[in-house]
């Protein structure tokens, strides 16, 4: 169970204990060097003696669990892991807010909350656990296992830096049904992997680390279809069947679109990025009322193949100007193509990285299932907002839909080995 805040001051003897038991205080994290280096042996030599030793040490830690050469972490680096990355198949995201105690004690409380955070999550990508949950992931590949930190407003704000422009709240749209329960969040973590057992352990390791100095506020759970056998790397369908992520940005395009350059803003966020979370409910069994050609005319693309409908294949330049027989636009005025489409929205873009969730049923009888939409950008005020607020008014999909949470986080960039994610604001 989670202590208050108020119980247990961040920086007070039971929280220190607590982080050296888990072996992340200054001289804990030197254990989980220490597992990692005999890790490192084993898969270089991949010998019993290197196997022997290595079993001696973890049953030693009683802690630690991976398997020889089977990771390859991507966590350190000048961006953090997670966003242009292929996404795996499973999602775990949990919102935390910091206690009230961890949001008096200001700018060290929070750092030493954020290092033990990215320290774990540094370990645990290389398949070094320092925590109780590497029982749980024992055997488990932790290659693909990705965990992205993301900072909200009050968290910047208590630790005596000013708001980036980006992070200004994301303003109040006409079909929002907001949830405050699924809303907002002073630290956003992202965990994805390619087994849901792991980026479960990772979750709940990450949690219990935080407390008492901050407690999880939402968490939601996703999934992506695994890989599709004709094409491995297709773009993912959602829970409408629909091909969904195909004109994501690529190339320079993408980088454009998503990392902050360092002539804008505060210089901790440069290489950085900022994430828009919305969790959409679909209204399946209505939208599984329309005939597959209404469907299709919501988005203005083709469900089997994802080709824009007015012609050629997934990853043809649609065009807003073709009219059918009828001498009507091919892709509707109100078709979800167009109104998200930079070439309508003065080249506006950003990288889609969401998931779907299934959570059974409501209780009318109606699916808890949607789309947990992830957006990474340079500027939501110029990008999502505007393109959120066109499709508010207007978009064909909004009857089939409901936003019911939201939250915004700065990401900042990420460092080399030995670095934390944050230490540039926190540090
Ligand atoms: C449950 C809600 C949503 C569903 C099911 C959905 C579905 C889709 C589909 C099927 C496409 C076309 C294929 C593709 O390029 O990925 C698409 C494109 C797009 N959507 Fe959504 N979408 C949803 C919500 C949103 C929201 C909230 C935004 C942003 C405010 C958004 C922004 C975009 C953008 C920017 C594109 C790419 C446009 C282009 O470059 O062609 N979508 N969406």
């Not at 030793?53 to 089977?70: C, D, I, L, N, Y």
């Not at 049904?177 to 969040?185: H, M, N, Y």
């Amino acid at each position: 169970m989670l202590m208050s805040g108020d119980e247990t001051p961040p920086n007070g003897p039971a929280r220190r204990q607590f982080l050296r038991g888990a072996g992340l205080l200054t001289g804990g994290l030197a254990v989980g060097g220490t597992v990692g280096a005999i890790v490192g042996d084993r898969g270089a030599n991949n010998g019993a003696a290197a196997d022997s030793r290595a079993q001696a040490t973890v049953s030693t830690a009683q802690q630690a669990a991976t398997q020889p050469g089977q990771s390859s972490s991507t966590f350190h680096g000048s961006h953090q892991a997670g966003i242009t990355d292929h996404p795996p198949a499973h999602l775990r995201f949990v919102a935390l807010d910091l206690a009230p105690a961890t949001l008096a004690g200001k700018k060290p409380a929070i750092a030493e909350l954020q290092k033990a955070l990215s320290d774990a999550a540094s370990s645990m990508t290389s398949g070094n656990w320092i925590t109780p949950q590497g029982l749980v992931a024992q055997g488990l590949d932790a290659r693909g296992l990705t965990v992205t930190f993301g900072f909200g407003p009050r968290l910047i704000r208590a630790a005596g830096e000013q708001l980036p422009g980006p992070l200004a709240p994301i303003p109040a749209f006409p079909t929002d049904e907001l949830d405050p329960a699924r809303t907002g969040g002073d630290l956003g973590i992202q965990i994805c992997a390619p087994d849901e057992l792991l980026a479960s352990s990772v979750a709940q390791a990450l949690v219990e680390l935080a407390a008492p100095a901050a407690q999880p506020r939402w968490m939601q759970s996703g999934f992506l279809p695994g890989a599709n056998a004709q094409d491995p790397n297709g773009t993912p369908r959602n829970l409408m069947g629909q091909l969904d992520g195909t004109d994501n940005p690529v190339g320079s395009r993408l980088e454009l679109a998503i990392w902050v350059s360092g002539n804008v803003g505060p210089s901790w966020m440069a290489g950085g990025t900022y994430l828009v979370c919305r969790r959409i409910r679909m209204l399946l069994a209505d939208w599984h009322k329309l005939a597959v050609p209404a469907r299709e005319a919501v988005i203005g693309r083709r469900l089997d193949s994802g080709a824009p409908l007015s012609g050629g294949t997934e990853h043809s330049t649609p065009s807003f100007s073709a009219l059918g027989a009828d001498g009507r636009p091919i892709i509707a005025r109100n078709a979800h193509l167009r109104l998200t489409h930079p070439a309508t929205n003065a080249g506006s873009t950003m990288l889609r990285r969401g998931y779907s969730y299934d959570e059974g049923l409501r209780a009318d009888g109606t699916a808890q299932a949607g789309l947990f939409f992830q957006a990474f950008q340079t500027d939501p005020r110029s990008v999502f907002v505007p393109i959120q607020q066109r499709l508010a008014a207007t978009d064909a999909l909004s009857p089939f839909i409901r936003h019911e949470g939201s939250a915004l986080f700065a990401v900042p960039p990420g460092g080399p080995q030995g670095s934390w994610v944050g230490q540039g604001l926190l540090g």
